[in-house]
């Protein structure tokens, strides 16, 4: 599946070459404390502060908000940075390593999930960019969202070491101007009105804990798409850790950032309050910081469109087999733009109801999946895999995997009655439970139990040999690329 010498020079060199096909060892340049400020940026920017109004905007407090926001950042952290092992172990994206559990056209099911995560967030970014800004400078929504979207999908068509790139510079930008801020907070620097309204309900904990759950499990689908560029033995838990605490610090710090701002400034929209309470520190501030932040979360679109297109361009050669050249990734990238943008310049809702059904959705429809991928990867399979066979349709894995599909989809079953939609719609056990929202866990728990139990009659010692044949022709393959 090497892209052909069109794919390779007809765009120029200087766009990434990868995108479906497997890394070759001498191609891994990567390093692992890349890791943790681009997953640091990640969540560094006002998206992640809306995220800190669910639970004031539902009558909590502010410290049981950040009590709330900081277990579920956590929580949902867990499968994320598990999931980066993935990449440098096998050096393939995400969802191509899922045709393990699924097959390899099985695997159009958690496709149809993620592909729905990544242009529901670029279209809940562009939301929330075009009203913060046109809140700040009164810009048109309508260029704000197609200028976002060429500068993310330029960065998306460069690919991967361009993006790395551009997240440890914006890092670098950001991080001492949130600094200045959240110091100022503790001073009494920053404004607001010192009271802190609101109580403590379970309705409110468990919305603002899902919420920020969801945020970072939402990232699982692309975690190792992200690390598959490190060298092959990289030790698993410095990438754990680096994916771990970049992604869970940052989400953390501007979660408890954006509680703060909805009980003490009365806070509704992220941006605009960002920019009150840094120019409340000295004028100018207010600003840099806004627009840092906005520079932030287009750089997050660049890595949904990258992730996108991946998932696009695995589900086309599910069907049909594709040659994944350059030109393929421009054309796919280009078409998902077309796609967010269409869809965002049609959201009337305000951007936090857009925000919390989107994450809510998100999760529902991932839970299934990343347990029963992690659970194959580390319990069943324990990391060893026929390479190869991955892009051989109907080969070793199959062509749709019975025990992967059967378990995404007994979970994603089990959790319908207890689903809870903010003003959509709540299923007959989530009124029981009075509307705390606990139907993503319940997907969880019954699809990694059901592929774990499901899994006692798979005969994982028979694919060694397919597994050792695969080790081999890779090594013997200078250009890295399975055969097929």
Same mark, same amino acid.
């Given at each position: 599946?090497?892209?052909?010498?069109?794919?390779?020079?007809?765009?120029?060199?200087?766009?990434?070459?990868?995108?479906?096909?497997?890394? +070759?060892?001498?191609?891994? @340049?990567?390093?692992? =404390?890349?890791?943790?400020?681009?997953?640091?940026?990640?969540?560094?920017?006002?998206?992640?502060?809306?995220?800190?109004?669910?639970?004031?905007?539902?009558?909590?407090?502010?410290?049981?908000?950040?009590?709330?926001?900081?277990?579920?950042?956590?929580?949902?952290?867990?499968?994320?940075?598990? @999931?980066?092992?993935?990449?440098?172990?096998?050096?393939?994206?995400?969802?191509?390593?899922?045709?393990?559990?699924?097959?390899?056209?099985?695997?159009?099911?958690?496709?149809?999930?993620?592909?729905?995560?990544?242009?529901?967030?670029?279209?809940?970014?562009?939301?929330?960019?075009?009203?913060?800004?046109?809140?700040?400078?009164?810009?048109?929504?309508?260029?704000?969202?197609?200028?976002?979207?060429?500068? /993310?999908? %330029?960065?998306?068509?460069?690919? @991967?070491?361009?993006?790395?790139? %551009?997240?440890?510079?914006?890092?670098?930008?950001?991080?001492?101007?949130?600094?200045?801020?959240?110091? /100022?907070?503790?001073?009494?620097?920053?404004?607001?009105?010192?009271?802190? +309204?609101?109580?403590?309900?379970?309705?409110?904990?468990?919305?603002?804990?899902?919420?920020?759950?969801?945020?970072?499990?939402?990232?699982?689908?692309?975690?190792?798409?992200?690390?598959?560029?490190?060298?092959?033995?990289?030790?698993?838990?410095?990438?754990?850790?680096?994916?771990?605490?970049?992604?869970?610090?940052?989400?953390?710090?501007?979660?408890?950032?954006?509680?703060?701002?909805?009980?003490?400034?009365?806070?509704?929209?992220?941006? $605009?309050?960002?920019?009150?309470?840094?120019?409340?520190?000295?004028?100018? %501030?207010?600003? $840099?910081?806004?627009?840092?932040?906005?520079?932030?979360?287009?750089?997050?679109?660049?890595?949904? *469109?990258?992730?996108?297109?991946?998932?696009?361009?695995?589900?086309?050669?599910?069907?049909?087999?594709?040659?994944?050249?350059?030109?393929?990734?421009?054309?796919?990238?280009?078409?998902?733009?077309?796609? =967010?943008?269409?869809?965002?310049?049609?959201?009337?809702?305000?951007? $936090?109801?857009?925000?919390?059904?989107?994450?809510?959705?998100?999760?529902?429809?991932?839970?299934?999946?990343?347990?029963?991928?992690?659970?194959?990867?580390?319990?069943?399979?324990?990391?060893?895999?026929?390479?190869?066979?991955?892009?051989?349709?109907?080969?070793?894995?199959?062509?749709?995997?019975?025990?992967?599909?059967?378990?995404?989809?007994?979970? #994603?079953?089990?959790?319908?009655?207890? =689903?809870?939609?903010?003003?959509?719609?709540?299923?007959?056990?989530?009124?029981?439970?009075?509307?705390?929202?606990?139907?993503?866990? $319940?997907?969880?728990?019954?699809?990694?139990?059901?592929?774990?139990? #499901?899994?006692?009659?798979?005969?994982?010692?028979?694919?060694? *040999?397919?597994?050792?044949?695969?080790?081999?022709?890779?090594?013997?393959?200078?250009?890295?690329?399975?055969?097929?």
């Amino acid at each position: 599946m090497a892209a052909s010498a069109e794919g390779r020079e007809g765009l120029g060199r200087q766009i990434e070459r990868r995108s479906i096909d497997y890394v +070759p060892e001498d191609e891994r @340049h990567g390093k692992v =404390w890349h890791q943790g400020p681009f997953w640091f940026l990640g969540n560094f920017q006002f998206f992640t502060i809306t995220i800190g109004f669910i639970g004031p905007g539902l009558g909590l407090s502010l410290g049981w908000s950040i009590l709330a926001g900081t277990l579920g950042i956590l929580f949902g952290t867990l499968f994320m940075a598990f @999931h980066a092992i993935q990449g440098a172990q096998l050096g393939l994206p995400q969802m191509i390593q899922s045709r393990g559990q699924f097959g390899y056209r099985g695997v159009l099911l958690p496709l149809v999930a993620t592909f729905f995560t990544f242009v529901a967030f670029n279209v809940v970014d562009s939301v929330l960019i075009s009203a913060g800004l046109g809140g700040l400078f009164g810009w048109n929504g309508t260029v704000v969202i197609v200028a976002i979207a060429v500068i /993310a999908a %330029l960065f998306a068509i460069y690919g @991967h070491d361009y993006l790395h790139t %551009l997240f440890r510079v914006l890092f670098y930008i950001s991080l001492p101007l949130y600094v200045v801020l959240t110091v /100022a907070i503790f001073l009494g620097g920053a404004g607001g009105n010192g009271s802190s +309204p609101g109580a403590f309900t379970w309705i409110a904990f468990m919305a603002q804990f899902t919420a920020s759950a969801s945020y970072n499990i939402t990232y699982a689908p692309y975690v190792s798409d992200y690390s598959r560029y490190l060298p092959r033995y990289t030790r698993p838990r410095a990438i754990i850790a680096a994916v771990f605490f970049g992604a869970s610090g940052s989400a953390v710090w501007l979660i408890s950032l954006g509680a703060w701002l909805a009980t003490r400034l009365e806070a509704t929209d992220a941006l $605009v309050s960002l920019r009150d309470a840094g120019d409340a520190v000295f004028t100018g %501030l207010g600003v $840099v910081l806004a627009l840092s932040s906005v520079a932030a979360l287009v750089a997050t679109m660049g890595i949904n *469109a990258y992730g996108a297109m991946l998932t696009t361009v695995t589900a086309i050669d599910a069907v049909k087999k594709v040659e994944p050249t350059r030109r393929l990734r421009v054309i796919t990238i280009l078409a998902l733009a077309v796609l =967010w943008v269409a869809v965002s310049l049609s959201i009337s809702a305000g951007a $936090v109801d857009v925000l919390f059904a989107a994450l809510i959705m998100m999760l529902y429809l991932l839970s299934p999946w990343t347990a029963v991928n992690l659970i194959d990867y580390f319990f069943v399979r324990h990391g060893r895999y026929a390479i190869t066979e991955l892009f051989v349709p109907g080969g070793l894995y199959g062509t749709w995997a019975w025990r992967g599909i059967t378990a995404f989809l007994v979970g #994603l079953a089990a959790s319908i009655p207890f =689903w809870v939609l903010p003003g959509i719609w709540t299923a007959p056990l989530g009124n029981v439970l009075q509307g705390i929202d606990i139907a993503w866990l $319940v997907g969880l728990i019954v699809s990694g139990a059901t592929y774990y139990v #499901l899994s006692r009659s798979l005969d994982v010692e028979a694919e060694g *040999a397919e597994v050792r044949a695969s080790e081999q022709k890779l090594e013997g393959d200078p250009t890295g690329a399975p055969s097929v």
